[in-house]
Protein backbone atom coordinates (compact mmCIF):
# COMPACT_ATOMS: atom_id res chain seq x y z
CA UNK A 1 0.00 0.00 0.00
CA UNK A 2 2.64 2.41 1.25
CA UNK A 3 -0.33 5.06 1.88
CA UNK A 4 -0.75 6.26 5.13
CA UNK A 5 -3.90 5.26 7.18
CA UNK A 6 -4.93 6.75 10.52
CA UNK A 7 -5.22 4.15 12.68
CA UNK A 8 -7.04 3.90 16.44
CA UNK A 9 -5.65 1.53 18.96
CA UNK A 10 -8.06 0.29 21.76
CA UNK A 11 -6.31 -0.77 24.55
CA UNK A 12 -2.92 -0.06 25.39
CA UNK A 13 -1.45 -2.95 27.60
CA UNK A 14 1.70 -4.90 26.52
CA UNK A 15 0.40 -5.67 22.53
CA UNK A 16 -1.78 -2.52 21.88
CA UNK A 17 1.49 0.49 23.24
CA UNK A 18 4.08 -1.59 21.22
CA UNK A 19 1.72 -2.22 18.20
CA UNK A 20 0.76 0.98 18.04
CA UNK A 21 4.14 2.75 18.01
CA UNK A 22 5.36 0.77 15.29
CA UNK A 23 2.40 1.56 13.04
CA UNK A 24 3.14 5.13 14.09
CA UNK A 25 6.82 4.97 13.15
CA UNK A 26 5.56 2.99 9.87
CA UNK A 27 4.15 6.52 9.15
CA UNK A 28 0.59 6.05 9.97
CA UNK A 29 -1.26 8.49 11.77
CA UNK A 30 -1.74 6.39 15.25
CA UNK A 31 -4.83 7.41 18.38
CA UNK A 32 -3.60 5.50 21.26
CA UNK A 33 -6.63 5.37 23.01
CA UNK A 34 -7.27 3.72 26.25
CA UNK A 35 -9.90 3.69 29.43
CA UNK A 36 -7.05 4.24 32.18
CA UNK A 37 -6.36 7.72 32.71
CA UNK A 38 -3.03 6.81 35.14
CA UNK A 39 -1.83 4.31 32.23
CA UNK A 40 -2.09 7.96 29.37
CA UNK A 41 -0.47 10.00 32.24
CA UNK A 42 2.75 7.25 32.83
CA UNK A 43 2.55 7.43 28.90
CA UNK A 44 3.01 10.74 29.02
CA UNK A 45 5.91 10.96 31.28
CA UNK A 46 7.83 8.58 29.38
CA UNK A 47 6.17 5.48 29.92
CA UNK A 48 8.20 4.44 32.89
CA UNK A 49 5.70 1.43 33.96
CA UNK A 50 6.62 -0.46 30.98
CA UNK A 51 9.90 -2.32 31.85
CA UNK A 52 10.79 -4.05 28.87
CA UNK A 53 13.26 -1.61 27.56
CA UNK A 54 13.08 -1.77 23.70
CA UNK A 55 9.53 -1.54 24.12
CA UNK A 56 9.79 1.73 26.40
CA UNK A 57 12.23 2.98 23.52
CA UNK A 58 10.06 2.38 20.84
CA UNK A 59 7.10 4.36 22.60
CA UNK A 60 9.06 7.09 23.61
CA UNK A 61 9.91 7.17 19.76
CA UNK A 62 6.92 6.77 18.31
CA UNK A 63 5.61 9.86 20.83
CA UNK A 64 8.01 12.03 19.92
CA UNK A 65 7.95 11.23 16.44
CA UNK A 66 3.90 12.55 16.18
CA UNK A 67 2.14 10.30 14.52
CA UNK A 68 1.22 8.58 17.79
CA UNK A 69 -1.02 10.97 19.85
CA UNK A 70 -2.76 9.49 22.91
CA UNK A 71 -6.59 9.85 24.15
CA UNK A 72 -9.03 8.94 26.46
CA UNK A 73 -11.67 9.28 23.87
CA UNK A 74 -12.21 7.13 20.71
CA UNK A 75 -11.43 8.95 17.38
CA UNK A 76 -14.56 9.10 15.14
CA UNK A 77 -12.22 9.77 12.15
CA UNK A 78 -9.89 6.68 12.07
CA UNK A 79 -10.10 3.91 9.03
CA UNK A 80 -8.89 1.40 10.57
CA UNK A 81 -9.92 0.06 14.74
CA UNK A 82 -7.46 -2.27 16.65
CA UNK A 83 -9.22 -4.14 19.46
CA UNK A 84 -6.51 -4.82 22.20
CA UNK A 85 -8.40 -5.35 25.01
CA UNK A 86 -8.00 -8.18 27.10
CA UNK A 87 -9.70 -11.45 27.47
CA UNK A 88 -9.49 -13.27 31.06
CA UNK A 89 -10.62 -15.84 32.60
CA UNK A 90 -13.03 -16.57 35.43
CA UNK A 91 -13.33 -19.54 37.47
CA UNK A 92 -11.67 -21.27 33.95
CA UNK A 93 -14.30 -19.45 32.14
CA UNK A 94 -13.69 -17.50 29.27
CA UNK A 95 -14.55 -13.20 30.10
CA UNK A 96 -15.16 -11.40 27.25
CA UNK A 97 -16.96 -8.48 28.58
CA UNK A 98 -13.53 -6.32 27.52
CA UNK A 99 -14.40 -7.24 23.90
CA UNK A 100 -17.63 -6.96 23.93
CA UNK A 101 -17.59 -3.66 25.63
CA UNK A 102 -14.62 -2.60 23.04
CA UNK A 103 -16.61 -3.68 19.88
CA UNK A 104 -19.83 -1.94 21.42
CA UNK A 105 -17.72 1.59 21.80
CA UNK A 106 -16.24 1.17 18.15
CA UNK A 107 -19.56 0.26 16.47
CA UNK A 108 -21.41 3.85 16.45
CA UNK A 109 -17.91 5.17 14.79
CA UNK A 110 -17.57 2.98 12.05
CA UNK A 111 -18.37 3.96 8.54
CA UNK A 112 -18.74 2.35 5.27
CA UNK A 113 -15.22 1.23 4.03
CA UNK A 114 -14.23 1.07 7.50
CA UNK A 115 -11.53 -1.88 8.73
CA UNK A 116 -12.30 -3.06 12.34
CA UNK A 117 -9.85 -5.62 13.82
CA UNK A 118 -9.37 -7.70 16.69
CA UNK A 119 -6.01 -8.56 17.88
CA UNK A 120 -7.11 -10.05 21.26
CA UNK A 121 -6.59 -13.58 21.93
CA UNK A 122 -10.17 -14.81 21.87
CA UNK A 123 -12.21 -18.71 21.82
CA UNK A 124 -12.76 -19.27 18.48
CA UNK A 125 -15.97 -18.51 17.17
CA UNK A 126 -16.30 -14.94 19.03
CA UNK A 127 -15.88 -12.69 15.90
CA UNK A 128 -19.14 -13.87 14.89
CA UNK A 129 -20.92 -14.28 18.12
CA UNK A 130 -19.64 -11.45 19.95
CA UNK A 131 -17.85 -8.48 17.77
CA UNK A 132 -20.62 -8.60 14.78
CA UNK A 133 -23.48 -8.80 17.06
CA UNK A 134 -22.27 -5.83 19.27
CA UNK A 135 -22.45 -4.20 15.73
CA UNK A 136 -25.21 -5.31 14.42
CA UNK A 137 -26.89 -4.05 18.08
CA UNK A 138 -25.46 -0.42 16.94
CA UNK A 139 -27.08 -0.31 13.82
CA UNK A 140 -23.68 -1.46 11.79
CA UNK A 141 -24.26 -3.12 8.74
CA UNK A 142 -21.08 -5.88 8.50
CA UNK A 143 -21.10 -6.04 5.58
CA UNK A 144 -19.75 -2.59 4.72
CA UNK A 145 -17.23 -2.77 7.04
CA UNK A 146 -13.97 -4.88 6.38
CA UNK A 147 -13.65 -7.23 9.79
CA UNK A 148 -10.35 -9.24 10.41
CA UNK A 149 -9.15 -11.44 13.72
CA UNK A 150 -4.97 -10.68 13.52
CA UNK A 151 -4.21 -12.69 16.99
CA UNK A 152 -0.55 -11.08 18.34
CA UNK A 153 1.65 -13.49 18.54
CA UNK A 154 4.93 -11.92 20.25
CA UNK A 155 6.42 -13.47 23.56
CA UNK A 156 7.17 -10.69 26.94
CA UNK A 157 10.70 -10.52 26.70
CA UNK A 158 11.27 -9.93 22.84
CA UNK A 159 8.28 -7.81 21.92
CA UNK A 160 9.44 -5.54 19.55
CA UNK A 161 11.65 -8.31 17.80
CA UNK A 162 8.78 -10.64 17.20
CA UNK A 163 6.52 -7.49 16.24
CA UNK A 164 8.71 -6.98 13.36
CA UNK A 165 9.64 -10.41 12.04
CA UNK A 166 6.79 -13.06 13.32
CA UNK A 167 4.68 -14.22 10.75
CA UNK A 168 1.08 -13.34 11.15
CA UNK A 169 -2.09 -15.37 10.45
CA UNK A 170 -5.04 -12.37 9.26
CA UNK A 171 -8.89 -14.27 9.46
CA UNK A 172 -11.36 -12.20 7.43
CA UNK A 173 -14.42 -12.18 8.07
CA UNK A 174 -15.48 -12.00 4.47
CA UNK A 175 -13.80 -12.19 0.90
CA UNK A 176 -11.38 -9.07 0.90
CA UNK A 177 -11.81 -8.45 4.45
CA UNK A 178 -8.17 -9.95 5.71
CA UNK A 179 -6.64 -8.73 2.72
CA UNK A 180 -7.10 -5.19 3.67
CA UNK A 181 -5.90 -6.29 7.17
CA UNK A 182 -2.75 -7.40 5.70
CA UNK A 183 -2.41 -4.12 3.65
CA UNK A 184 -1.87 -2.31 6.85
CA UNK A 185 0.08 -5.07 8.53
CA UNK A 186 2.36 -5.35 5.86
CA UNK A 187 4.10 -1.70 6.40
CA UNK A 188 5.73 -2.57 9.94
CA UNK A 189 5.85 -6.00 9.79
CA UNK A 190 8.84 -8.19 7.46
CA UNK A 191 7.22 -11.73 8.33
CA UNK A 192 4.76 -13.15 6.19
CA UNK A 193 1.25 -12.81 6.68
CA UNK A 194 -1.18 -15.68 5.84
CA UNK A 195 -4.68 -15.16 5.30
CA UNK A 196 -7.64 -17.23 5.76
CA UNK A 197 -11.15 -17.31 8.16
CA UNK A 198 -11.44 -15.45 11.49
CA UNK A 199 -12.55 -18.45 13.22
CA UNK A 200 -9.45 -20.32 11.60
CA UNK A 201 -7.40 -17.58 12.71
CA UNK A 202 -9.24 -17.73 16.09
CA UNK A 203 -8.61 -21.33 16.53
CA UNK A 204 -4.91 -20.91 15.18
CA UNK A 205 -3.86 -18.42 17.79
CA UNK A 206 -4.97 -20.51 20.99
CA UNK A 207 -3.75 -23.67 19.53
CA UNK A 208 -0.50 -22.07 19.37
CA UNK A 209 -0.75 -21.50 23.64
CA UNK A 210 -2.17 -24.65 24.35
CA UNK A 211 0.79 -26.61 22.41
CA UNK A 212 2.91 -25.24 24.25
CA UNK A 213 0.76 -25.95 27.51
CA UNK A 214 0.66 -29.73 26.83
CA UNK A 215 4.27 -29.84 25.63
CA UNK A 216 5.55 -28.33 28.74
CA UNK A 217 2.87 -30.65 31.04
CA UNK A 218 4.63 -33.43 29.00
CA UNK A 219 8.43 -32.04 30.33
CA UNK A 220 6.46 -31.85 34.02
CA UNK A 221 5.87 -35.39 33.35
CA UNK A 222 8.93 -36.68 32.50
CA UNK A 223 10.44 -33.97 35.44
CA UNK A 224 8.94 -36.20 38.18
CA UNK A 225 9.11 -39.93 36.37
CA UNK A 226 13.22 -39.21 35.70
CA UNK A 227 13.23 -38.34 39.47
CA UNK A 228 11.39 -41.97 40.30
CA UNK A 229 14.21 -43.78 38.06
CA UNK A 230 17.07 -41.80 39.11
CA UNK A 231 17.87 -40.25 35.72
CA UNK A 232 18.20 -36.20 35.05
CA UNK A 233 15.21 -35.47 33.18
CA UNK A 234 16.64 -32.41 31.79
CA UNK A 235 19.93 -34.64 30.12
CA UNK A 236 17.42 -36.64 29.04
CA UNK A 237 15.29 -34.22 27.05
CA UNK A 238 18.15 -32.28 26.02
CA UNK A 239 19.55 -35.82 24.19
CA UNK A 240 16.26 -36.41 23.05
CA UNK A 241 15.87 -33.06 21.61
CA UNK A 242 19.10 -33.69 19.37
CA UNK A 243 16.52 -35.82 17.13
CA UNK A 244 15.49 -33.52 14.41
CA UNK A 245 12.07 -34.31 15.28
CA UNK A 246 11.75 -34.23 18.92
CA UNK A 247 11.11 -30.80 20.77
CA UNK A 248 10.10 -31.26 24.61
CA UNK A 249 10.29 -28.11 26.60
CA UNK A 250 11.76 -27.22 29.92
CA UNK A 251 10.23 -28.78 33.14
CA UNK A 252 9.58 -26.10 36.25
CA UNK A 253 7.49 -25.14 39.06
CA UNK A 254 4.02 -24.18 36.79
CA UNK A 255 3.13 -22.23 34.54
CA UNK A 256 2.48 -18.90 35.18
CA UNK A 257 1.41 -15.41 32.60
CA UNK A 258 -1.88 -14.22 31.40
CA UNK A 259 -1.73 -16.51 28.69
CA UNK A 260 -0.36 -19.96 28.50
CA UNK A 261 -2.23 -20.74 31.64
CA UNK A 262 -5.66 -19.10 30.41
CA UNK A 263 -5.95 -19.76 26.67
CA UNK A 264 -6.53 -23.85 26.83
CA UNK A 265 -9.59 -23.05 28.75
CA UNK A 266 -10.91 -21.28 25.81
CA UNK A 267 -10.71 -25.17 24.08
CA UNK A 268 -11.96 -26.62 26.64
CA UNK A 269 -15.07 -24.64 27.68
CA UNK A 270 -15.86 -24.62 23.65
CA UNK A 271 -16.28 -28.99 24.39
CA UNK A 272 -14.84 -30.68 27.67
CA UNK A 273 -15.79 -34.25 26.16
CA UNK A 274 -13.44 -33.89 23.17
CA UNK A 275 -10.08 -31.97 25.15
CA UNK A 276 -9.17 -34.62 27.78
CA UNK A 277 -5.51 -34.31 26.96
CA UNK A 278 -5.62 -30.39 27.25
CA UNK A 279 -7.31 -30.41 30.14
CA UNK A 280 -5.02 -32.84 31.65
CA UNK A 281 -1.71 -30.97 30.51
CA UNK A 282 -3.43 -28.18 32.84
CA UNK A 283 -4.02 -30.31 35.65
CA UNK A 284 -0.09 -31.42 35.80
CA UNK A 285 1.19 -27.87 34.98
CA UNK A 286 -1.53 -26.39 38.10
CA UNK A 287 -0.05 -29.47 40.03
CA UNK A 288 4.04 -28.49 39.95
CA UNK A 289 3.33 -25.83 43.13
CA UNK A 290 2.63 -28.63 44.97
CA UNK A 291 5.32 -30.83 43.92
CA UNK A 292 7.44 -28.34 44.99
CA UNK A 293 6.03 -27.73 48.16
CA UNK A 294 6.43 -31.51 48.55
CA UNK A 295 9.75 -31.58 47.91
CA UNK A 296 10.44 -29.15 50.60
CA UNK A 297 8.67 -31.17 53.16
CA UNK A 298 11.14 -33.78 52.55
CA UNK A 299 13.56 -31.59 54.27
CA UNK A 300 11.74 -29.68 56.32
CA UNK A 301 8.48 -30.82 57.84
CA UNK A 302 5.55 -28.58 57.51
CA UNK A 303 4.37 -26.93 60.60
CA UNK A 304 8.21 -26.87 62.15
CA UNK A 305 8.08 -23.07 61.96
CA UNK A 306 10.69 -23.53 58.90
CA UNK A 307 11.35 -20.01 56.74
CA UNK A 308 11.23 -20.32 52.97
CA UNK A 309 13.20 -17.71 50.99
CA UNK A 310 11.68 -17.88 47.97
CA UNK A 311 14.29 -16.32 44.55
CA UNK A 312 11.73 -14.73 41.73
CA UNK A 313 8.33 -13.81 42.03
CA UNK A 314 7.58 -13.13 38.20
CA UNK A 315 6.23 -15.59 36.08
CA UNK A 316 9.43 -16.71 33.91
CA UNK A 317 12.65 -15.37 33.60
CA UNK A 318 13.61 -11.29 32.71
CA UNK A 319 10.05 -9.94 33.18
CA UNK A 320 8.33 -8.02 35.19
CA UNK A 321 5.03 -9.53 34.82
CA UNK A 322 3.71 -11.66 38.17
CA UNK A 323 0.43 -12.73 36.82
CA UNK A 324 -0.30 -16.45 37.01
CA UNK A 325 3.19 -16.39 38.47
CA UNK A 326 3.97 -19.88 40.21
CA UNK A 327 5.35 -18.13 43.18
CA UNK A 328 2.13 -16.98 44.53
CA UNK A 329 0.29 -20.39 44.20
CA UNK A 330 3.42 -21.90 45.94
CA UNK A 331 3.27 -19.05 48.92
CA UNK A 332 -0.27 -19.78 49.44
CA UNK A 333 0.22 -23.30 49.74
CA UNK A 334 3.41 -23.02 52.20
CA UNK A 335 1.30 -20.83 54.62
CA UNK A 336 -1.21 -23.34 54.12
CA UNK A 337 0.85 -25.61 55.65
CA UNK A 338 2.76 -23.53 58.47
CA UNK A 339 5.87 -22.50 56.86
CA UNK A 340 7.01 -18.30 56.26
CA UNK A 341 7.90 -17.25 53.63
CA UNK A 342 9.96 -14.00 52.02
CA UNK A 343 10.07 -13.62 48.18
CA UNK A 344 13.28 -11.23 46.59
CA UNK A 345 12.83 -10.50 42.84
CA UNK A 346 15.20 -7.67 41.48
CA UNK A 347 12.75 -7.30 37.82
CA UNK A 348 9.46 -7.52 39.45
CA UNK A 349 7.95 -4.39 41.02
CA UNK A 350 4.58 -5.25 41.58
CA UNK A 351 3.34 -8.46 42.96
CA UNK A 352 0.61 -9.36 44.84
CA UNK A 353 2.02 -10.43 48.07
CA UNK A 354 5.36 -8.97 49.96
CA UNK A 355 8.22 -8.48 48.38
CA UNK A 356 11.69 -8.46 50.71
CA UNK A 357 13.77 -4.93 49.82
CA UNK A 358 17.30 -6.79 49.33
CA UNK A 359 18.29 -10.48 48.83
CA UNK A 360 19.97 -10.48 52.23
CA UNK A 361 16.83 -9.45 53.85
CA UNK A 362 15.44 -12.41 52.26
CA UNK A 363 17.58 -14.58 53.18
CA UNK A 364 18.59 -13.96 56.81
CA UNK A 365 17.91 -16.82 59.11
CA UNK A 366 16.09 -19.12 56.01
CA UNK A 367 16.02 -22.55 56.15
CA UNK A 368 15.67 -22.98 52.71
CA UNK A 369 16.24 -20.93 49.43
CA UNK A 370 14.02 -21.87 46.46
CA UNK A 371 14.72 -20.53 43.09
CA UNK A 372 11.38 -20.27 40.98
CA UNK A 373 12.86 -18.50 38.41
CA UNK A 374 16.26 -18.03 36.27
CA UNK A 375 16.58 -14.59 36.28
CA UNK A 376 19.96 -13.31 34.58
CA UNK A 377 20.70 -11.43 37.92
CA UNK A 378 20.30 -14.80 39.98
CA UNK A 379 22.70 -16.44 37.58
CA UNK A 380 25.85 -15.24 40.02
CA UNK A 381 24.86 -15.95 43.23
CA UNK A 382 27.33 -16.69 45.18
CA UNK A 383 26.26 -19.45 47.76
CA UNK A 384 29.71 -19.31 49.75
CA UNK A 385 28.47 -15.56 50.80
CA UNK A 386 24.90 -16.53 50.79
CA UNK A 387 25.11 -19.68 53.22
CA UNK A 388 25.88 -17.55 56.72
CA UNK A 389 23.00 -15.29 56.24
CA UNK A 390 20.62 -18.87 56.41
CA UNK A 391 20.04 -20.88 59.43
CA UNK A 392 20.25 -23.76 57.81
CA UNK A 393 22.06 -24.70 53.90
CA UNK A 394 19.36 -26.19 51.51
CA UNK A 395 18.99 -25.32 47.83
CA UNK A 396 15.71 -25.86 46.30
CA UNK A 397 15.93 -25.16 42.53
CA UNK A 398 13.31 -25.48 40.56
CA UNK A 399 14.57 -24.48 37.30
CA UNK A 400 17.79 -26.37 36.83
CA UNK A 401 19.07 -22.99 36.88
CA UNK A 402 22.05 -22.84 39.84
CA UNK A 403 25.33 -24.59 39.04
CA UNK A 404 24.35 -27.32 41.82
CA UNK A 405 27.99 -28.45 42.49
CA UNK A 406 29.34 -25.56 43.45
CA UNK A 407 26.10 -24.77 45.97
CA UNK A 408 26.69 -28.68 47.24
CA UNK A 409 30.68 -27.42 47.87
CA UNK A 410 29.51 -24.40 49.70
CA UNK A 411 27.83 -27.07 52.21
CA UNK A 412 24.22 -27.02 50.41
CA UNK A 413 21.91 -29.48 50.32
CA UNK A 414 20.72 -29.40 46.76
CA UNK A 415 17.40 -31.04 45.40
CA UNK A 416 17.22 -29.48 41.12
CA UNK A 417 13.26 -30.48 39.98
CA UNK A 418 13.50 -33.10 37.64
CA UNK A 419 17.26 -33.64 38.55
CA UNK A 420 18.66 -37.19 39.30
CA UNK A 421 18.41 -37.89 42.96
CA UNK A 422 20.60 -39.98 44.22
CA UNK A 423 17.99 -41.94 46.33
CA UNK A 424 15.41 -42.22 43.44
CA UNK A 425 11.89 -42.09 44.81
CA UNK A 426 10.56 -45.80 43.62
CA UNK A 427 12.36 -47.57 41.23
CA UNK A 428 10.21 -49.44 39.07
CA UNK A 429 10.97 -53.16 37.47
CA UNK A 430 8.84 -54.89 34.92
CA UNK A 431 7.19 -57.72 36.93
N1 LIG B 1 7.68 -22.43 30.84
C1 LIG B 1 8.15 -23.65 31.33
N2 LIG B 1 8.96 -24.40 30.54
C2 LIG B 1 9.35 -23.98 29.29
C3 LIG B 1 8.87 -22.76 28.80
C4 LIG B 1 8.03 -21.99 29.60
O1 LIG B 1 7.80 -24.07 32.45
O2 LIG B 1 10.11 -24.72 28.65
C5 LIG B 1 6.79 -21.60 31.67
C6 LIG B 1 7.37 -20.22 31.93
O3 LIG B 1 8.23 -20.24 33.04
C7 LIG B 1 6.11 -19.40 32.16
C8 LIG B 1 5.07 -20.06 31.25
O4 LIG B 1 5.61 -21.33 30.92
O5 LIG B 1 5.67 -19.53 33.51
C9 LIG B 1 4.76 -19.30 29.98
O6 LIG B 1 5.93 -18.73 29.43
P1 LIG B 1 6.27 -18.75 27.87
O7 LIG B 1 7.58 -18.10 27.70
O8 LIG B 1 6.11 -20.12 27.34
O9 LIG B 1 5.09 -17.91 27.18
P2 LIG B 1 4.44 -16.44 27.41
O10 LIG B 1 3.19 -16.62 28.20
O11 LIG B 1 5.43 -15.46 27.89
O12 LIG B 1 4.06 -16.05 25.88
C10 LIG B 1 3.23 -16.92 25.11
C11 LIG B 1 3.89 -17.11 23.72
N3 LIG B 1 3.24 -18.22 23.02
C12 LIG B 1 3.96 -19.15 22.35
O13 LIG B 1 5.15 -19.18 22.33
C13 LIG B 1 3.17 -20.18 21.60
C14 LIG B 1 3.75 -15.82 22.92
O14 LIG B 1 4.22 -16.01 21.59
C15 LIG B 1 2.28 -15.37 22.89
O15 LIG B 1 2.11 -14.17 22.14
C16 LIG B 1 1.86 -15.13 24.32
O16 LIG B 1 1.93 -16.38 25.02
C17 LIG B 1 0.45 -14.58 24.31
O17 LIG B 1 0.28 -13.39 24.60
O18 LIG B 1 -0.49 -15.31 23.94
Known sequence: MGSRMK???QGLGYIGLPTAAMMALAGHEVVGYDVDARLLQSLENGAPHVKEEPVRALVV?????????????????????????PTPTIDHKPDLSFVQAASSAVAPLLRAGDLLIVESTVPPGTMDRVVV???????????????????????????????RENSRVIGGRKPGDAERART???????GAIFTTDTVTAELVKVIENTYRDVNIAFANELALLSEELGVDAHEAIALANNHPRVNILSPGPGVGGHCIPVDPHFLSNANPFVTE??????RINERMPHVVVRRIGEYLAPRSGARIAILGAAYKANVDDTRE?????????????????????PVAERYRGMLSASLEDALRDA????????????????????????RRRLLIDTRAFLPAERWAAAGFDVYTLGGKRRDPLHFVTAS
Not at 63 to 71: A, D, E, I, R, V
Not at 143 to 150: E, F, L, N, S
Not at 184 to 190: G, K, P, R, V
Not at 367 to 377: Q, R, T, W
Open 61 to 85: GALNGGHLTLSDTLPADAEAYIVCV
Open 367 to 390: DAVVLMVGHDAFAELDPAAIGPLL
Open 184 to 190: LYATFTS
Open 325 to 345: SPTERLEELLHERGYTTTVFD
Open 7 to 9: VCV
Open 133 to 163: PALLAAGVDPDTIAIAHCPERVIPGAIVKEL
Open 277 to 282: LIQTAR
